[in-house]
């Protein structure tokens, strides 16, 4: 029986990332991936420079001026630029597959995929790349941490996340300042931190201790001070807890089994209309006169409280309903 000839090794890999921080964490297991299965092409990244921290172990540099210009005439071109020839391209997206010029060797990778929707982010797009002949990685998480992992400071503050990239994603702020009281009423500290999004949109902790990363690397220090973690369906926290560190997730419009932080303890309500999206496209859940959504309003501090103190390394002095 005559082999099957292997497909030839490209002389270049291009990794295309538009996402924000949270959908680029959940695609890096393809990345560790698509770095072990060729070793001997030059591997570019295109995507935000700040991401590069997560990307040079792994082999990857920046992307070239000219590939990196001939990536812009890609859509809806009638050929392939002569630039991108020999390249092989990997690109994560969510759920839409951008039309490409045809020839083009470009496999895409959504992390919402049509015909198996409610699988979590990351295994969606290890298949995907399975599918296409590069074999997954399924130590990502220990090579992360491996070259970027953290151990919880016992005595470190409780930093607390209230933004998200989607206002709907968001616990009420209230609930935040009453959780932070509570803490350092049992001689926790709690920490908030704003990210840029937080504040362009004005939001205030008031007289809360607050911390503002300028980058990348000021939080990944931050995080590395930390004893736990508290906040929703937001970047920050799935860098949390592929570091290593413990803390609570909540989550309301969309599903923890889709797009929750690894390690993480999931508080959700499981209210009949909850999750009730899947890319948060569209995703309108205001309502009158309320703080947010009914699936985030109703997670109260003390439950986050007692979901704290039962991760064990995060005593806080609560004694709620299950703790003795």
Known sequence: MQSIPAPPVPDKVILIHHGALGDFLLSWPAVLSVGRAFPDSRLYWAGSSERMRWLRPL??????????RALERIHGAASTPEELEGCRIIW???????????GLDCTFLPAVPIDSPGTHARQAQLAALDR????????????????????????????LFPGAGHPAKQCPL???????RMLEDRGR??????GPAELERGMDAGRARVAAPQNLEELETLLASAGAVVGGDTGPM????????PGVSLFGPTAFAQWGPVGMREISL?????????????????????????????????????ALEGLGNCKT??????IP
């Open 238 to 245: 799935h860098l949390a807890g592929m570091m290593g560190l």
């Open 59 to 68: 082999g990857f540099e920046p992307c070239p001026p000219a590939p990196r």
């Open 189 to 194: 500290e709690a920490l908030f931190v704003l």
């Open 92 to 102: 994560p997206v969510v759920q839409r597959i951008p039309e490409v010029a045809p």
């Open 317 to 322: 002095g609560f004694q709620g309903p299950g």
């Open 174 to 180: 209230v609930h935040f300042l009453e959780l932070a």
């Open 270 to 306: 499981g209210l009949p209309c909850s999750p009730c999206t899947a890319t948060c496209a569209g995703l309108e859940c205001g309502r009158p006169g309320r703080l947010g959504p009914a699936c985030l309003e109703g997670i109260s501090p003390e439950v986050v409280l007692e």
């Open 132 to 159: 296409a002949g590069v074999p997954p990685a399924r130590d990502w998480l220990e090579a992360f941490r491996g070259f970027f992992g953290a151990t919880a400071q016992p005595d470190g503050p409780v930093l």
